[in-house]
């Protein structure tokens, strides 16, 4: 069974920090893009950050600066460090993986951030 474990949501008071990471299981290959998208109550699912197997990057503009996305090919994984979090990032963040032919999405992680 296709899983991506994502971790490390949780709430945090604004100007604080969090890590999200996700786990890809070993049945799924040749991973090209990992990322993280989020949806807050009532909006749409966007872009928060994607990492190519090449190590392109690209980041929302609400978050250039704050977060850094990051990846350990070897162990799987994606990593999202999040800084200066304000309550405008308060959502449900999604890993996403890819390749040319398939799309696989995690089961999303709470990030709650109060003022």
């Known amino acids: 069974q296709v899983q991506l474990v994502e971790s490390g949501g949780g709430a945090v008071q604004a100007g604080g920090s969090l890590r999200l990471s996700c786990l890809a299981s070993?049945?799924?290959?040749?991973?090209?893009?990992m990322g993280w998208y989020r949806q807050a109550p009532g909006e749409q699912r966007e872009l928060v950050a994607t990492?190519?197997?090449?190590?392109?990057?690209n980041y929302a503009d609400s978050v250039k600066g704050r977060f850094t996305i990051s990846r350990d090919s070897a162990k799987r994984t994606v990593y999202l460090q999040m800084d200066s979090l304000n309550p405008e990032d308060t959502a449900i963040y999604y890993c996403?993986?890819?390749?040319?032919?398939?799309?696989?999405w995690g089961q999303g992680t709470q990030v709650t951030v109060s003022s």
């Open positions: 990492i190519t197997s090449g190590g392109s990057i």
């Open positions: 070993r049945n799924i290959f040749r991973i090209d893009t």
């Open positions: 996403r993986v890819s390749s040319a032919s398939w799309i696989h």
